[in-house]
C-alpha cells in the first residue's frame, strides 16, 4: 500500500483544514488507518485512528471534539477534519495503514506497516 497525504498548509489560530491521505491499491478498506504528528524536536504522536470499515474511531485526548477523523473505502481514502486549530497542533501530519492490529495497540506508531510521506501544517497565533 502506497499512501500519499496532502492538504496542510498555513492556518490562523482557530482555523480548519481537511487532511486527505490517498491510497493505492485495492486492499484499502482490509486496513485500519491512523493519523499521527510530529512536531521538531518531538516524538511522533498519536493523533487519530479508524478501523476497517469506519465504524469506529480513536483520538488523542488533546484532538477529541476538535478533529475528526473518516474514511470513504470506494474513494480508497482517510480524511482528517481539524477545526478550531490551535498553535500546538503545528507539526508534520502522517497518514499510516495498518494491516492487523489490536484495539489495545491502535495508538502505537509500530503498529502501522504503511506510512505516507507526511504534510506540514502551521498553525499560526
Known amino acids: 500500500v502506497q499512501l500519499q497525504a496532502s492538504g496542510g498548509g498555513l492556518v490562523q489560530a482557530g482555523g480548519s483544514l481537511r487532511l486527505s491521505c490517498a491510497a493505492s491499491?485495492?486492499?484499502?478498506?482490509?486496513?485500519?488507518m491512523g493519523w499521527f504528528r510530529q512536531a521538531p524536536g518531538k516524538e511522533r504522536e498519536f493523533v487519530a485512528a479508524?478501523?476497517?470499515?469506519?465504524?469506529?474511531?480513536y483520538y488523542a485526548d488533546s484532538v477529541k471534539g476538535r478533529f475528526t477523523i473518516s474514511r470513504d473505502n470506494a474513494k480508497n481514502t482517510v480524511y482528517l477534519q481539524m477545526n478550531s486549530l490551535k498553535p500546538e497542533d503545528t507539526a508534520v501530519y502522517y497518514c499510516?495503514?495498518?494491516?492487523?492490529?489490536?484495539?489495545?495497540?491502535?495508538?502505537?506508531?509500530?503498529?502501522?506497516?504503511?506510512w505516507g510521506q507526511g504534510t506540514l501544517v502551521t498553525v499560526s497565533s
Open positions: 499510516a495503514a495498518a494491516g492487523s492490529v489490536i484495539l489495545s495497540a491502535i495508538r502505537r506508531p509500530n503498529e502501522y506497516d504503511y
Open positions: 491499491g485495492r486492499t484499502f478498506s482490509s486496513y485500519a
Open positions: 479508524i478501523r476497517r470499515s469506519g465504524g469506529s474511531t
